[in-house]
């Protein structure tokens, strides 16, 4: 293995600084989840630390849940839950990159719906306009995370269908053309799995799951997306950051 270029800093205990360069190999996705890091010797060899300051680094690792232990195979990377952000208007494809993760989708069904008054309501297109309904299940490095139902009114549809939409990132095709998210409403409340979903995610019938619904705005107040995600709840979180 090729040395480190890491420079101990003066002012911080050692073992934390390997910590901290330990955590961006995983933050980056340098390693994978679920694959083994380097062994104790190799790490050692790398940053030129003793034994002792290595095993706290990594303990330190474990009990954040980001490393496993696994007795006669060594220390794992932690697959790493997926984290939403009150007040952060982001797709799954932004949240799954920040945390290092490839984001990938499997199309479901994609067509033009009419007859779906409550959907049309909420978008705010007559009865008799079709509107675009896509289904998917979202997977961050191949591993189903969540099934996505999302409606678009017909000329954001139209535009969407000119895409793979098993590789397309909704917001980033958005701005591509000129149209931005201004705000959006979202509700979340847990619902337990029916035997479909159970089955698309990879979890047990009557699982818990969290469901998002969200309905987002263009820069001229117009709603343009109606999504309703249902997310594995051991895989996904919501994070809030409060203030007084």
Same mark, same amino acid.
């Given at each position: 293995?090729?040395?480190? =270029?890491?420079?101990?800093?003066?002012?911080?205990?050692? /073992?934390?600084?390997?910590?901290?360069?330990?955590?961006? =190999?995983?933050?980056? &996705?340098?390693?994978?989840?679920? @694959?083994?890091?380097? %062994?104790?010797?190799?790490? $050692?060899?790398?940053? #030129?630390? +003793?034994? @002792?300051?290595?095993?706290?680094? $990594?303990?330190?690792?474990?009990?954040?849940?980001?490393?496993?232990?696994?007795?006669? =195979? !060594?220390?794992?990377?932690?697959?790493?839950?997926?984290? !939403?952000?009150?007040?952060?208007?982001? !797709?799954? @494809?932004?949240?799954?990159?920040?945390?290092?993760? $490839?984001?990938?989708?499997?199309?479901?069904?994609?067509?033009?719906?009419?007859?779906?008054?409550?959907?049309?309501?909420?978008?705010?297109? +007559?009865?008799?306009?079709? $509107?675009?309904?896509?289904?998917?299940?979202?997977?961050? *490095?191949?591993?189903?995370?969540?099934?996505?139902? +999302?409606?678009?009114?017909? *000329?954001?549809?139209?535009?969407?269908? @000119?895409?793979?939409?098993?590789?397309?990132? /909704?917001?980033?095709?958005?701005?591509?053309?000129?149209?931005?998210?201004?705000?959006?409403?979202?509700?979340?409340?847990?619902?337990?799995?029916?035997?479909?979903?159970? #089955?698309?995610? &990879?979890?047990?019938? !009557?699982?818990?799951?969290?469901?998002?619904?969200?309905?987002?705005?263009?820069? *001229? *107040?117009?709603?343009?997306? /109606? %999504?309703?995600?249902?997310?594995? +709840?051991?895989?996904?979180? /919501?994070?809030?950051?409060?203030? =007084?």
């Amino acid at each position: 293995m090729s040395r480190s =270029r890491f420079e101990p800093k003066k002012g911080e205990a050692l /073992y934390l600084q390997v910590k901290n360069e330990l955590y961006k =190999r995983i933050q980056q &996705g340098i390693w994978k989840a679920d @694959t083994l890091i380097p %062994t104790e010797q190799e790490l $050692i060899s790398e940053f #030129d630390v +003793s034994r @002792t300051t290595i095993r706290q680094a $990594i303990n330190l690792l474990v009990q954040d849940n980001l490393l496993e232990k696994k007795q006669g =195979r !060594g220390t794992i990377v932690r697959p790493q839950n997926l984290v !939403g952000h009150l007040g952060k208007l982001k !797709g799954f @494809t932004e949240e799954a990159r920040e945390r290092g993760q $490839i984001p990938r989708a499997k199309v479901l069904r994609s067509e033009f719906k009419t007859k779906f008054f409550f959907e049309q309501d909420i978008l705010e297109v +007559s009865e008799t306009e079709p $509107i675009l309904l896509i289904e998917r299940i979202r997977l961050a *490095d191949d591993v189903p995370i969540a099934i996505e139902r +999302s409606c678009w009114p017909k *000329d954001i549809g139209e535009l969407l269908q @000119t895409h793979n939409l098993n590789e397309a990132h /909704y917001y980033e095709i958005l701005e591509q053309h000129n149209i931005y998210l201004k705000r959006a409403k979202e509700t979340i409340r847990a619902i337990n799995a029916t035997l479909d979903e159970a #089955d698309y995610l &990879g979890v047990r019938p !009557g699982e818990a799951l969290l469901e998002m619904t969200k309905v987002s705005y263009g820069m *001229d *107040d117009r709603p343009i997306e /109606y %999504t309703k995600t249902k997310y594995r +709840s051991d895989k996904y979180q /919501y994070s809030i950051e409060l203030k =007084r």
